[in-house]
């Protein structure tokens, strides 16, 4: 089955410094894969995929994700971190049946970007 | 342009109760997908429309849970005898066609108490 991980609950960086949100994925085939952001009382908002291509996507807000096969990553980057940033992210990847691949999303649990003045 | 829409906001049901929650998807639209967000975690998937099709309902946990589109536009997801493990966000979400590669647009969420 087609799963993600995002291996920390929460991350803290102080504004102006880089930000890294991590996350791995495993899925049989090509994987289609994707970042949201979540504020308060607010649905997802769509920030960056990866289809195919190259490995550096660029999405909303400055932000950017580096797809990596080797280690099976996908990791959420911007150079310059704002307090406005601070949010839930989620990564998610498309799932896949012995069809193909259907098109519902399969999220990770989530980090809490906390972003310091 | 106006996004996904969701109503209510916040809805609160004794247990036992039916509720019926309602989504307006991206005009022009073609899949429609329900996702239930429980607290602290990610969404999880419940159903997917392909416009009034419904190609996958997979995700609903229970017969309790039932979700149409009449006319391939707006979509309601109905809760019979509510329970409190039914407690959660239910969020909809919309994409341009059944492409993989078009991105899901989500609304706000209908918050779903159930006392």
């Known amino acids: 089955a087609q799963s993600v991980a995002q291996p920390e609950d929460q991350v803290n960086v102080a504004e102006g410094n880089p930000l890294t949100v991590k996350c791995t994925y495993s899925v049989s085939g090509n994987p289609y894969l994707f970042w949201y952001v979540q504020y308060p009382n607010r649905g997802l908002q769509f920030l960056l995929k990866y289809i195919t291509g190259d490995n550096l996507v660029k999405g909303s807000y400055g932000f950017e994700a580096e797809f990596n096969k080797s280690q099976t990553s996908f990791h959420l980057k911007k150079p310059s971190a704002l307090v406005s940033d601070s949010a839930l992210y989620f990564c998610a990847v498309r799932d896949r049946d012995y069809g193909g691949a259907t098109n519902k999303l399969i999220f990770g649990t989530g980090t809490l970007l906390a972003v310091q003045p | 342009g106006a996004g996904v829409s969701q109503s209510p906001r916040y809805k609160v049901a004794k247990r036992g109760q039916d509720v019926a929650l309602r989504c307006d998807p991206i005009?022009?639209?073609?899949?429609l997908f329900w996702y239930q967000q429980a607290l602290g975690q990610g969404p999880e998937f419940l159903t997917y429309f392909q416009n009034e099709a419904q190609l996958d309902k997979s995700g609903l946990p229970s017969d309790r849970f039932f979700a149409e589109r009449p006319e391939g536009s707006v979509s309601t997801l109905k809760i019979q005898r509510t329970q409190q493990e039914d407690s959660a966000v239910y969020l909809c979400a919309s994409s341009l066609t059944g492409s993989l590669t078009y991105e899901q647009y989500f609304g706000p969420g209908t918050r779903l108490t159930v006392t």
């Open positions: 005009s022009g639209h073609v899949s």
